[in-house]
């Protein structure tokens, strides 16, 4: 039976995920694969994950909780935008809460996180 994984959908219609930093990265190229296209913001949020330590000392250092990959200006007009940001966290290991921007439709989340072997249980939140 599949790992059950919670995918939040906010009021601005962010969609967030949160899974162990390996996964996460796993989640952002099958994301990008499956849109057709990569970004700037989501090459960044790599980074950010595959140096975790680094960019959460920064994070906690700045008072940060989130942290916003640069986005192209071309990428933001053409809307290939993937990655809206990210959030590093350390509960005995290493957690990553990616927050995926608006435009990237929820079946292609959903799918992907299938591909990984989770089943996705959808949250609408409200304020």
Known sequence: ???????????????????????????????AKKVGYESQDANEALRYIRNFDVFYEMAKKK???????????????RG????????????GGRRVVVTFDRRVPLDVIVESLKELGYEAEVEKRAL
């Open 63 to 77: 008072f940060k909780d989130y942290l916003v990959p640069p986005k192209s200006l071309n990428d933001m007009i």
């Open 80 to 91: 290939t935008v993937i990655v809206d940001r990210i959030k590093l966290v350390r509960d």
């Open 1 to 31: 039976m599949p790992e059950k994984v919670r995918v939040e959908v906010d009021l601005g219609r962010y969609i967030s995920v949160e899974l162990s930093a390996d996964e996460a990265e796993r989640l952002i190229r099958i994301v």
